[in-house]
């Protein structure tokens, strides 16, 4: 869940993508900057840019023909600063991403069957009602903790759906949907329950509730198991979500190993709608480095 890295176009470099797609992007007017799909930005992402101020960083990414956000810290945010924010979206006229409505890398959860640790969920899912609302954000990510190491497998899953249920119970009334988000092991977040794709279907698939959906998680998910088209395909009923990072090193598109423009292809051309959030770091610095993230994506949106 914190920032990382991105893409590969195409299997070519970033400079390599740009060249590949300078005649469609030529092809556009010269005032059309808009994306094939809704890629979010976070706070930070273009601060040298834009500067400090977070209305001021939400100007400028839909001054380049952003149309989404998210903020994983918005629930720690004043509410005058969420009210700010909603509003300047709202004026711009683009969609509000996640937040995070709970996360916890150290403690078991989900998986365990403590009432207090029960309690303590229920009661974050029940104030990021408010913060949604306030947002107007549908979607609110969770992590479900790590796994417990003295109970068979079975039995975690099987605490975890139940509490899932309880979760969906606060948020059904409301049309709110928090997205689970399966996390690797091998890089960033060893211990965790949920880490697979095919964990969280099996896990959605129980629970049985819109409230409750996949963030899929590109990065994560290259790092976990790879296979990302067949799996993406396999538990796309369940995916509400998606996020991006190239591997290795978590940066935008062009980066990495991974051919993002086909991927994006591929999920337009399922019909996505949502929100692709960049949960992601930039590979390089300042203005400059500012100017690589936007044309990367650039880049991996001209299928």
Request: glycine share 10%; hydrophobic share 40%; with cysteine.
């Amino acid at each position: 869940m914190q920032r990382r890295d991105f893409i590969k176009a195409g299997g070519l470099s970033v400079a390599g993508a740009l060249a590949a797609v300078k005649v469609r992007a030529d092809e556009r007017p010269e005032h059309d900057k808009s994306f094939q799909l809704k890629y979010a930005p976070h706070f930070g992402m273009f601060r040298h840019s834009a500067g400090d101020e977070l209305v001021d960083q939400i100007r400028f990414a839909a001054d380049q023909g952003f149309t989404a956000w998210e903020d994983n810290g918005m629930k720690g945010r004043p509410v005058e600063t969420q009210d700010e924010i909603a509003r300047e979206m709202g004026r711009l006229g683009m969609t509000m991403g996640v937040f995070v409505a709970h996360a916890d890398f150290g403690k078991v959860t989900f998986a365990g069957d403590d009432q207090a640790a029960w309690n303590a969920v229920l009661e974050d899912i029940r104030g990021s009602v408010d913060v949604a609302k306030r947002t107007n954000a549908k979607w609110m990510t969770v992590v479900p903790g790590r796994y417990h190491q003295g109970l068979e497998w079975d039995y975690q899953t099987a605490n975890c759906v139940e509490l899932l249920k309880r979760c969906c119970e606060i948020l059904e009334p409301h049309a709110l949907v928090m997205v689970l988000e399966p996390l690797n092991w091998f890089a960033n977040h060893p211990g965790v329950f949920l880490h697979k794709i095919p964990q969280a279907y099996q896990i959605c698939r129980a629970v049985a509730s819109p409230s409750c959906k996949i963030l899929f998680d590109i990065y994560h998910q290259q790092v976990t198991e790879g296979n990302l088209i067949p799996n993406m395909d396999r538990a796309w009923d369940e995916i509400a979500y998606l996020q991006v990072g190239d591997n290795p090193g978590r940066n935008e598109p062009g980066t990495g190993e991974i051919n993002y423009r086909n991927v994006f292809h591929h999920a337009h051309g399922k019909g996505f709608a949502g929100v692709v959030g960049m949960e992601h770091g930039n590979s390089q610095p300042g203005k400059a480095g500012e100017q690589t993230v936007i044309d990367a994506y650039r880049a991996a949106d001209a299928f």
